[in-house]
Structures are given as structure tokens and as C-alpha cells.
């Protein structure tokens, strides 16, 4: 716990944040979705609904999904919420960002490209190792259909 606890201190010191209970990886999800679309974090960080909003003042949700590198036993269910602009969804395997998606609340068009098979596939996409390898080799081609997508390095 004392290997931890340090390195864990040392995360929250670098966001600047002090001492924090919450999940240091989701912390730190929150500060990078922020860096990387210019956003500004929420002022309360426990608010439900939203974390950040954009520059334009879009509202944006964000979650992670942190697996090995190997396998995948972690999945993420992608969600509309009512009054949020994106649903970002950060990436890790192995502790590392591989990669950052930004989902738009109408998830239709994605879904379809995807081929997914579960029901609300509007509001609702079931997200898998598969997708994620699928989004990242054609990331135009899901930008076009209106995901915001980074992956490293993020200059």
C-alpha cells in the first residue's frame, strides 16, 4: 500500500489536486478529455451528468475503460444522457492511454457501421475490444459519422 499511496499522491500532485478519494484513473480521464479538447473541468468533480465542458460550452461525460494489454475481460457500455453534448471514453491497456473517443448522442450511425446486434442502438452501444480496435484503424471514417477520436501521440 505504501507503493501506492505514493505514487498515487504524486498523480493527484501533478493534476493538482491535492488529496482525493476518487479513482485516480478517472481523475486523471477527466484532466487529459479537458487538455485535449480545451475544455474546462466541471466545477464540482463529483457532479453527476457531465465533467467538462468544451469551448463551445458543449457539456461532455467522461468514463474510462482500462484492460491488459493481452485480453480484454473489461467491456463499457457507451450511454446518451439526456442534456450531454459527448460521451468521451478513455482508453487504457496496461495503465497506458491508448487511445481517446468522444461519442455524440445520436449513436445510430455507429452503431450500424459497427454491425452491433443489441437493442437502443440510438442511445446505447456496447463497446468491446473489437470496436475499439475497428474505430482506431479507420478513425476517418468514424470521424465522419461524428466521433471526436485521438490517439497517441496527443500533440
Avoid at 500500500?1 to 485516480?24: F, K, V
Avoid at 478513455?90 to 459497427?114: Q, R, S
Avoid at 475490444?129 to 461524428?146: E, F, K, P, S, V
Wanted: aromatic share 10%; net charge negative.
Amino acid at each position: 500500500m505504501d507503493s501506492y499511496r505514493l505514487a498515487r499522491q504524486t498523480l493527484l500532485g501533478t493534476l493538482g489536486l491535492g488529496q482525493s478519494n476518487r479513482d485516480p484513473l478517472a481523475e486523471f480521464a477527466e484532466h487529459l478529455v479537458a487538455a485535449l479538447s480545451g475544455g474546462q473541468l466541471a466545477e464540482s468533480r463529483v457532479q453527476a451528468n457531465y465533467d467538462l465542458r468544451s469551448v463551445d460550452g458543449e457539456y461532455v461525460q467522461v468514463k474510462y475503460l482500462a484492460n491488459p494489454l493481452s485480453d480484454w475481460p473489461n467491456e463499457h457500455t457507451v450511454r446518451t444522457i439526456p442534456g450531454v453534448d459527448w460521451y468521451a471514453l478513455v482508453v487504457y491497456e496496461a495503465f497506458a492511454v491508448t487511445g481517446v473517443l468522444a461519442f455524440p448522442p445520436d449513436l445510430t450511425e455507429i452503431c450500424a457501421t459497427l454491425g452491433k446486434r443489441h437493442p437502443a442502438q440510438s442511445t446505447s452501444l456496447q463497446f468491446t475490444r473489437r470496436n475499439w480496435w475497428t474505430i482506431r484503424d479507420n478513425a476517418d471514417a468514424y470521424r465522419q459519422l461524428g466521433m471526436r477520436i485521438w490517439v497517441p501521440p496527443f500533440l
